[in-house]
């Protein structure tokens, strides 16, 4: 099978026995596929398990290996508003349940 990029396909389950095997991507790229496992009946709530199982472990993809190395630095901007929101966060923790006025009894 080949999809164009941002190509998508369904695949008939009763036509495969329930099972599909996909080849590696045949282009020259780096780039794999993306498999989403959806069921649709007529009936609400309907349930069915499902394996998805890949024959091998790939290699974290560059960007996502590089943010799990550790932190870059930032720009001052970014840094300047993570520091705003950290201390937001801390003085929110800090305040606790609000404690409502009370109404003033009714005048007679």
């Known amino acids: 099978m080949s999809l164009a990029v941002a190509g998508d396909t369904a695949i008939d389950p009763t036509q495969s026995a329930g099972c599909a095997v996909f080849g590696p991507n045949g282009s020259a790229s780096v780039l794999q596929y993306l498999l989403v496992p959806q069921a649709v009946s007529g009936v609400p709530d309907d349930e069915s398990a499902f394996l998805l199982h890949g024959a091998t ?50 005048l007679a």
């Open 57 to 106: 472990v790939p290699a974290a993809a560059p960007p996502l290996a590089a943010a799990l190395r550790g932190p870059a630095v930032l720009p001052a901007q970014l840094q300047f508003d993570l520091t705003l929101r950290r201390a937001e966060r801390e003085l929110a923790s800090r305040v606790g349940a609000l404690n409502r006025p009370q109404a003033a009894a009714p």
